[in-house]
T-cell receptor, first 113, second 118 residues
Framework: SQQGEEDPQALSIQEGENATMNCSYK?????LQWYRQNSGRGLVHLIL?????REKHSGRLRVTLDTSKKSSSLLITASRAADTASYFC?????????????FGKGTKLTVNP | KAGVTQTPRYLIKTRGQQVTLSCSPI?????VSWYQQTPGQGLQFLFE???????NKGNFPGRFSGRQFSNSRSEMNVSTLELGDSALYLC?????????????????FGAGTRLSVL
């Protein structure tokens, strides 16, 4: 079953605008990650935030994590047409030594030129 | 370093047949995970192999199986195919345990194998 739920399911913006996607999850986590998927292709890791971190930046990406609300957000600033893709949050459970990630259903972002 | 390689990229099968998908992880990665992606269910975890042992398994029927070889390459097999097995099957590899506690959680995905069952 899916742990994460992204919101919104789809988002359409103009180039240069900021895009914000949200993710909620259900159980205790070790870390939360965001991935991008271009149409029908494999996923690409974007950023990882640990459970004891509240905010992290990487280039035009800003991720926040609120473990009390079991939620995270991904902000893409100054969006470009090349950012058009689906974005998924994935949680790593706090227990167990495996690499299992639990993915949400994703937000489909369209950036119009 | 070469990325994760999945073969074949596309497959068309008929109901009742079986299929084997292959995944070559990034050199040095010992963990390989498999996921099924469908429009309705999204990305669902199938199983994970580490050093030739299945370390974790998702909630899929026994028709779905996998294995990992000593060179970390992995295969997954689906027997008695059903229409609902049509999906994009994604393989991902992760760094060695010794790369750091969190680095091992980051997964590097292949481009996937798109399976169509007719």
């Amino acid at each position: 079953s899916q742990q994460g739920e992204e919101d919104p399911q789809a988002l359409s913006i103009q180039e240069g605008e900021n895009a914000t996607m949200n993710c909620s999850y259900k159980t205790s986590i070790n870390n939360l990650q965001w991935y991008r998927q271009n149409s029908g292709r494999g996923l690409v890791h974007l950023i990882l935030i640990r459970s004891n971190e509240r905010e992290k930046h990487s280039g035009r990406l800003r991720v926040t994590l609120d473990t009390s609300k079991k939620s995270s957000s991904l902000l893409i600033t100054a969006s470009r047409a090349a950012d058009t893709a689906s974005y998924f949050c994935a949680t790593a459970p706090s227990q167990g030594g495996s690499e299992k990630l639990v993915f949400g259903k994703g937000t489909k972002l369209t950036v119009n030129p | 370093k070469a990325g994760v390689t999945q073969t074949p990229r596309y497959l068309i099968k008929t109901r009742g047949q079986q299929v084997t998908l292959s995944c070559s992880p990034i050199s040095g990665h010992r963990s390989v995970s498999w996921y099924q992606q469908t429009p309705g269910q999204g990305l669902q975890f199938l199983f994970e192999y580490f050093s030739e042992t299945q370390r974790n398994k998702g909630n899929f029927p026994g028709r779905f199986s996998g294995r990992q070889f000593s060179n970390s390459r992995s295969e997954m097999n689906v027997s008695t195919l059903e229409l609902g097995d049509s999906a994009l099957y994604l393989c991902a590899s992760s760094p060695n345990e010794g790369s750091g506690g969190l680095a091992k959680n980051i997964q590097y995905f292949g481009a996937g194998t798109r399976l169509s069952v007719l």
